[in-house]
Every structure is written in structure tokens, then in C-alpha cells.
């Protein structure tokens, strides 16, 4: 059963922006921490952002002030807004949430090409 579910990828011009949604409402455990996470093409998983229970949040500087990560608890969903995009943002897109045990979604694709 799958139990994170990500969506609003898609194909966007470069300088475009898309907002991804994770959500993990089939989740009954107390979700600490979400995450997000990319898999580029022949490149190796990559941390994205992260948000805490508590509403700390992380951004990799390389993508701080393009990429932005929000959530709401109560909804056991969060979200990456994903601005300015570039071609070499173009990945698959994977939400994960950590609780009693780790929880992978199966991943949205983004393009980024003109």
C-alpha cells in the first residue's frame, strides 16, 4: 500500500515554477520529519529540503532561494515550491517522512526543458 503519495511534477519552462505535494494522510504514526529528495539522471540521490514536526525547516544552500518547503501538519502534507527552475533541476522527486519507521513516496518527475 503505498503510503506517501507525491504529485505536481511536470514539464516546465526554465525560469518556471511548480509545486510538489507529499502527502502521507494514510500515515497513522506521528510524523518528526519530512524531507525531500531528487534522483537526477545518472547522478545518485540527493537531499533537497527538510522540515521538522516542530516547523524547523532546511534548504542545501545550493537551492536555497529558489527551492522553498512548507507543510501542514494537521494534514499530514507538506510542499516544495520550486521557483526559477533550470534544466538541471530536472529529476525525479521523492518525498520521504520519517516516523516510527521510514516512509518512501514513489516519486514525481520534473522536467525542465524548453
Known amino acids: 500500500q503505498v503510503q506517501l503519495v507525491e504529485s505536481g511534477g511536470g514539464l516546465v519552462q526554465p525560469g518556471g515554477s511548480l509545486r510538489l505535494t507529499c502527502n502521507a494522510s494514510k500515515i497513522s504514526d506521528t510524523i518528526y520529519s519530512m524531507f525531500w529528495y531528487r534522483r537526477r539522471p545518472e547522478k545518485p540521490r540527493e537531499l533537497v529540503a527538510w522540515l521538522t514536526r516542530e516547523g524547523r525547516t532546511y534548504v542545501v544552500p545550493d537551492l536555497q532561494g529558489r527551492f522553498a518547503i512548507s507543510g501542514d501538519n494537521a494534514k499530514n502534507t507538506w510542499f516544495l515550491q520550486m521557483n526559477s527552475l533550470k534544466p538541471e533541476d530536472t529529476a525525479v522527486y521523492l518525498c520521504?517522512?520519517?516516523?516510527?519507521?521510514?516512509?518512501w513516496g514513489q516519486g514525481t518527475q520534473v522536467t525542465v526543458s524548453s
Open positions: 520521504k517522512a520519517d516516523a516510527a519507521t521510514v516512509y
